[in-house]
């Protein structure tokens, strides 16, 4: 099955950046989209970038111009370059990846374990 293994994570000042890595353990190339989500306590979860394979993207609008989402797919990888950080940044973000299922039972949607971001002010 797919595995989503994400990383860069920290505590950062408000003002300062951070870099998430995604790295699928297989093709990404495969995947129609990748995105990265956040969730917040007690809040639900939320779509804060996605591309896909046409290289168009998807923001929430108040991350626009602050973080910018990538993809490499030679290295089975989605980034999300995260800068002018906000305490209201602080969440944990997942990264996702979604594709037509290739086989019985292949969900066809995946999930990372999280990457904790606070920012504090």
């Known amino acids: 099955q797919v595995q989503l293994v994400e990383s860069g994570g920290g505590l950062v000042q408000a003002g300062g950046s951070l870099r998430l890595s995604c790295v699928a353990s297989?093709?990404?190339?495969?995947?129609?989209?990748m995105a990265w989500y956040r969730q917040a306590p007690g809040k639900q979860r939320e779509l804060v970038a996605q591309t896909f394979k046409s290289a168009d993207t998807n923001y929430l609008d108040s991350v626009k111009g602050r973080f910018t989402i990538s993809r490499d797919n030679a290295k089975n990888a989605v980034y999300l370059q995260m800068n002018a950080l906000k305490p209201e940044d602080t969440a944990v973000y997942y990264c996702?990846?979604?594709?037509?299922?290739?086989?019985?039972?292949?969900?066809?949607?995946?999930w990372g374990q999280g990457t904790q971001v606070t920012v504090s002010s």
């Open positions: 297989e093709n990404s190339a495969r995947f129609n989209t």
């Open positions: 996702n990846a979604k594709r037509r299922p290739l086989y019985l039972r292949d969900p066809g949607d995946y």
